[in-house]
Nanobody
Framework: QVQLVESGGGLVQAGGSLRLSCAAS????????MGWFRQAVGKEREFVAA????????YYADSVKDRFTISRDNAKNTVYLQMNSLKSEDTAVYYC???????????????????WGQGTQVTVSS
């Protein structure tokens, strides 16, 4: 079992920044990939970013590329999502997710991920 707890969401003006954190527990964090997804009201959950077990590879959705940065600190069992130049369309509940396949391939597909956090709300006002 893996437990994931997100934090760092909130209300921010357009053009501002937020950093989300996701603390993991329950398995060897450094063995598995992590992802961030988001779901806006009335929309399906969508991929945002993912990072491999050793930070050697990262993926981003086109809509956030060059604005968001995913990173991880394996010593702290935490993955981060730095969000800059926020836009109103970034408003959503953000979820972190873990793919516990040991050193598995990085994926943008939500079905690949085994465990999910409870989500943290990000609201960007225009």
């Amino acid at each position: 079992q893996v437990q994931l707890v997100e934090s760092g969401g909130g209300l921010v003006q357009a053009g501002g920044s937020l950093r989300l954190s996701c603390a993991a527990s329950g398995r060897t964090f450094s063995d598995y990939a992590m992802g961030w997804f988001r779901q806006a009201v009335g929309k399906e959950r969508e991929f945002v970013a993912a990072i491999s077990w050793n930070s050697g590879r990262t993926y981003y959705a086109d809509s956030v590329k060059d604005r968001f940065t995913i990173s991880r600190d394996n010593a702290k069992n935490t993955v981060y999502l730095q969000m800059n130049s926020l836009k109103s369309e970034d408003t959503a509940v953000y979820y972190c997710a873990a793919d516990v396949t040991p050193r598995g391939l990085l994926s943008r597909r939500s079905l690949t991920y085994d465990y999910w956090g409870q989500g943290t709300q990000v609201t960007v006002s225009s």
